[in-house]
C-alpha cells in the first residue's frame, strides 16, 4: 500500500461494495436467512472500522530516539510496512468470516 489514506479508501470502497451485495441478497432473497446476513454486514462494518483505526497507529518514536535521519527514516518505513502488513492480513481474515456467515445464510439454491 502507498500511503494510508490509499489503505483507507481501498478498504472503504471493498466494504462498501461487498455491504451492497449483502444489503441486495438481505432484501430481495426470500429464502434467505436474514440474521445471518445481518451478522455478515456487522462483521463486515467491523472489519472495516478496525482497519481503517489500525492504520492509525503512530511510529511513536522521533528523530532523536535515533542516530542519524536515515536510521529513523529505516525504522519509520519498517514499522509501516509491519503495520499495513498486520490491517490487512486482520482484515482479510475478518473478510473471511463475514463472508462465510453470510454464504451460511443465504439459500443453497440462490445465484
Do not use: C, W
Amino acid at each position: 500500500m502507498a500511503n494510508k489514506r490509499e489503505f483507507k479508501k481501498s478498504v472503504e470502497a471493498l466494504s462498501s461494495a461487498l455491504a451492497s451485495e449483502m444489503m441486495a441478497s438481505y432484501y430481495n432473497e426470500k429464502e434467505a436467512d436474514r440474521g445471518k446476513i445481518s451478522l455478515a454486514i456487522a462483521k463486515l462494518a467491523s472489519a472495516m472500522g478496525q482497519a481503517k483505526q489500525h492504520a492509525n497507529q503512530l511510529f511513536g518514536k522521533g528523530v532523536k530516539d535515533f542516530e542519524n535521519l536515515a536510521a529513523y527514516n529505516k525504522a519509520k518505513a519498517a514499522h509501516t510496512k509491519t503495520k499495513y502488513q498486520e490491517a490487512i492480513a486482520k482484515y482479510n481474515e475478518a473478510l473471511e468470516e463475514a463472508l462465510k456467515a453470510y454464504n451460511e445464510g443465504m439459500p443453497k439454491n440462490s445465484k
